[in-house]
């Protein structure tokens, strides 16, 4: 089985992509293939700090690899906290100061609407290829301080009453920002493996 390396040491997010890839890769973290240093991620785009990641692994280990960027743009907020999602109430990264201090900035805010977005660059035999997913919906009034992965237990998707974090990992994965671009990336790498 053709290995596949993800730039990440995220173990939520290997474990949903992982399902995915339905065993048609063997997929490797970023310690699997002894890369220890923190990638990475000063570029101002979510487009950017893919590229930036996944060219690093290439370069410097030479090996097939994708890496993902994921920003919550909410509308009333301008398209904030966009690429600075991870790190919005400050470097520490906690999901649950981020989820306290986005309700903060929308407090007493009627517009909701928001929207996820993943951009994934994928280096396959040296060339770049780009995916780009989107999920629009909206950010809850409040939060009952469940914690779980990102910003999930405030946004619900459009056409759904439940948050991401209520939904079983299969239905988020059907409908989510990351499921449809990687969606997209499973798509192309099968086609890559037929016509090899």
Not at 12 to 24: A, F, I, Y
Not at 36 to 54: F, H, I, M, P, V
Request: aromatic share 10%; proline share 2%.
């Amino acid at each position: 089985m053709k290995k596949l390396c993800f730039a990440t040491n995220n173990l939520k997010k290997l474990h949903e992509v992982s399902h995915m890839l339905e065993g048609s890769y063997h997929l490797l973290t970023l310690q699997d293939i002894g890369c220890l240093e923190e990638l990475a991620e000063d570029q101002d785009t979510l487009e950017g700090n893919s590229r930036q990641k996944a060219a690093y692994v290439w370069e410097n280990y030479q090996i097939d690899c994708f890496a993902d960027d994921t920003g919550l743009e909410v509308e009333a907020l301008g398209g904030a906290p966009g690429v600075y999602s991870a790190r919005y109430a400050g470097p520490q990264r906690s999901d649950t100061d981020n989820m306290q201090h986005l309700l903060q900035q929308l407090q007493g805010q009627e517009n909701r609407k928001a929207r996820f977005r993943t951009f994934i660059t994928l280096y396959l035999n040296g060339q770049e290829h780009q995916f780009e997913g989107i999920v629009e919906g909206r950010i809850t009034e409040d939060w009952n301080g469940e914690t779980s992965f990102g910003y999930d237990p405030v946004f619900v998707p459009e056409g759904y009453t439940q948050t991401f974090f209520h939904m079983s990992t299969a239905q988020k994965n059907s409908i989510s920002h990351r499921g449809r671009a990687i969606a997209k990336l499973v798509e192309f790498l099968k086609k890559q493996q037929q016509a090899n």
